[in-house]
């Protein structure tokens, strides 16, 4: 039997999910399968997604943010190279040039699979870089600059982005104690993900946490507010990151901040440079655009946040750099890769989080999205409704607003967003569901939902705006 | 135009909803509708499933359980009759006999169209009645009686039955620092709702929260303790029942107990004395069973506790006393009654609650009732994870267990349970939102759900469950 060889670029959630399963699934079908994954740098597997919460001293070290080591990777059979960049992809002749960053050493690997995982990176302008006390929030090692920041306990901070990392980091900063402005050129954080009376709601979470919003504001300049101190960082003997004087923000109507520290939360994109150079597609959104099994071409796969993602109610791809999407679609591929049958369905558009106490959620579409589909205003109908997440006797009760949107003549559920208090968030798992399945929004309704009343009133909050907007359609 | 007359037999949630929804739909299309209910208590609208929280103290006084008082029913132009007691049907004739309970008189009331809402009743066999201190945990007035009981402080309580009031009981009297032992025939507590393995995890969430739990053992008898220590009542100033002298549980094994005060949570089955006497059909689980619209034949409509409900997964009916449904149910049977177009599409027998600070919650079938559908064991393969409610890293990260069961061959989810901490219980809603839409097993691992460290693992713990009962399939 022929030993065949699966290489993978990246080695965060897509491309070890995609590993695994590669291994997994052609080790019971008998298959030998040969695993070698390339990460240039030294961490793999880690939650992204959970550095404001390490930064926040949530999680107590950056070990606890890595699912899996690189040794515990390779006992379970994976070939992992770390330190390894992949420098270029040969898809004619199946062969990566790689290039091993600590011997300072190129060779070139034959594959006869390819993985593509290799990320997204954050939009950095020139404007944003190697200015002191500004820096991303992306990366592990960019988690590791922020708790030495935050150690010399800044007394100011500045948010430059509302989208989810900036919400995220405004609410990090604040529970820090730290005096902290978010800044967005939306007219209302996260308004790229909730329509503007929802998004509203979201700012007024991110206020009552005590972070002041700036809106409508476009950041595009930065600066050091002067050298640091002479000798202040040798004579305390700290380092002399400690020590940068703070950082000057301008913005294109002539506005200008100034904090201690300033967060880059502008957004990310595909990391797709090798994908380019090789030739293959890239997508409206800047991704590569898999087909159902992940193949981007013949022996070529591709998952995460390199990639776009089908939106099951746009009906078309979309960017959604989401943690949750890689690990799926990788191990998609990874299932077809090692001889098996699987497909990654697509998404509704489902995403979560706090911004202060305010549990806020969505899926599927914004209004402003609706062109895209054919539609107008006129074809949709729109109910807010504002409850509790529990019977409002109960003393669990939290505000909820729940807003819904829906489409005149099939009844279809379009949009579903809410904000709220303790238990009000994963709430939108039901719609997601509903609206993956394809239910009416009538149906919704009528779903029988867990009520008792420390969880729920008798009418779940979902289901009130769906029974009203059932009534509007 | 001629003015049409319903009439409701009953005023708690199906007999209000369906009367405002008549009221409503009839009004919209221009009918002239009255409205008549009858209720025999002083009670109106007021959530049941509230009661164990009332006794808890978490919710201050009885008012807060009713969701409308009766002036607020009329103000909206129902018109209200409460401590009038339906005695009789004439279905032929269209009429109701009607008695004024605070006036003691009889009187004849003609309807168009008439709505059977008259709820549930609880077990009580003829050993359970007339003990002093042991009474059900019912209706608004067992609740006033058992704020008095609790008044006194007792220092032992015993609870007869595990299921859901059972439960939610033994929670009160443990949180309320009575030492509490809870007696159910069952061989777990809520095995008529968990399968085993999930039903002791709800055992163990009741015993750390103090509670000892005593199974596989039926209580048989009731008896006082003796007589109340002479004037003793009268010297405190205190009522006779703060007196009670306690009560002894016998068991049919033989078993003996003595408690303070004991609770009868043996259950409730559908109140239909008026209907079955006025030859109206019960069905196999002592209840109603009306149609789509709800209705039980032309002009007669029920719907709540009194009638079984379709379950869409067993294709049959079932005996589920549940306020949400009958809330559902009441509101279709009213939009029809008004003129309208509705259904109720059938539940597939979701239920939460909280044993001890254990979130609990199931929908689906139980292993035992596969042979209803035709199954046995082996057409099905089941699987039970632990995961967490957040990232595994995050502060908010609470155990959770799920077991899930899916059919062999469609691949269709029947089943599933969930034990866990704060965040684990309405998990269930995507579950039962997969099983109501008919979704695969393989669908719900698919599925887009929120994902952020706070809120859930990159995959949510119903959908690792799935993951790996699809691979089982």
Request: proline share 5%; hydrophobic share 40%; aromatic share 4%.
């Amino acid at each position: 039997m022929n030993r065949r060889r699966l290489v993978v670029v990246g080695a965060d959630g897509a491309g070890m999910s995609a590993a695994h399963q590669a291994l997994r699934v052609s080790r019971s079908r008998g298959v030998d399968l040969e695993v070698i994954v390339f990460e240039k740098t030294g961490h793999t597997s880690y939650s992204a997604c959970g550095i404001p919460y390490w930064m926040a001293g949530d999680v107590e070290s950056a070990d606890a943010l890595v699912a899996r080591t690189a040794g515990e990777h390779r006992s379970m059979g994976v070939d992992l190279r770390m330190h390894h960049e992949v420098m270029a992809l040969d898809l004619a002749s199946g062969k990566v040039e790689v290039r091993d960053l600590e011997e300072s050493r190129t060779c070139t690997v034959g594959f006869d699979d390819l993985m593509l995982a290799t990320g997204a990176e954050p939009v950095l302008p020139d404007w944003a870089r190697g200015v002191p006390g500004a820096l991303p929030v992306k990366t592990l090692d960019d988690g590791y600059a922020w708790r030495t920041l935050l150690e010399n306990k800044p007394t100011s901070a500045l948010v430059v982005g509302g989208g989810f990392i900036g919400v995220e980091t405004a609410e990090t900063f604040a529970r820090l104690g730290v005096a902290t402005t978010l800044v967005t050129r939306g007219e209302e954080p996260m308004s790229s993900s909730f329509d503007p009376h929802m998004a509203a709601l979201v700012r007024k979470g991110l206020e009552q946490a005590g972070v002041e919003v700036v809106t409508g504001v476009e950041v595009n300049a930065l600066g050091s507010l002067g050298p640091s101190p002479a000798g202040a960082g040798a004579a305390n003997g700290t380092r002399d990151d400690a020590t940068q004087p703070g950082v000057r923000v301008a913005c294109a109507g002539g506005a200008e901040y100034e904090a201690e520290v300033v967060a880059l939360g502008i957004g990310v994109r595909p990391r797709v440079r090798l994908a380019m150079e090789a030739g293959l597609p890239i997508g409206r959104h800047g991704g590569l655009v898999p087909d159902e099994q992940q193949r981007v071409q013949d022996g070529v796969w591709a998952a995460g946040d390199c990639c776009e993602v089908y939106n099951r109610t746009l009906r078309s791809h979309w960017f959604v750099p989401l943690g949750t999407h890689a690990n799926k679609a990788g191990r998609v591929a990874g299932t077809v890769i090692g001889g098996g049958t699987a497909s990654f369905p697509g998404i509704v558009g489902t995403a979560i989080t706090r911004a202060g106490r305010a549990e806020v959620a969505r899926t599927g579409v914004l209004r402003k999205w609706l062109p895209q589909m054919g539609l107008n205003e006129d074809d949709v109908a729109v109910v807010t409704v504002d409850s509790t997440t529990a019977s409002g006797y109960m003393p669990e009760a939290d505000p909820i607003t729940v807003c819904v949107v829906g489409e005149k003549g099939i009844g279809r559920l379009l949009s579903c967003q809410i904000v709220g208090g303790r238990g009000a968030g994963k709430r939108i798992d039901t719609a997601a569901t509903a609206m993956w399945a394809g239910l009416r929004v009538d149906e919704v309704a009528m779903l029988d939902l867990a009520y008792a009343p420390p969880f729920s009133p008798v009418w779940d909050p979902v289901q009130i705006a769906c029974r009203k907007l059932a009534d509007r359609l």
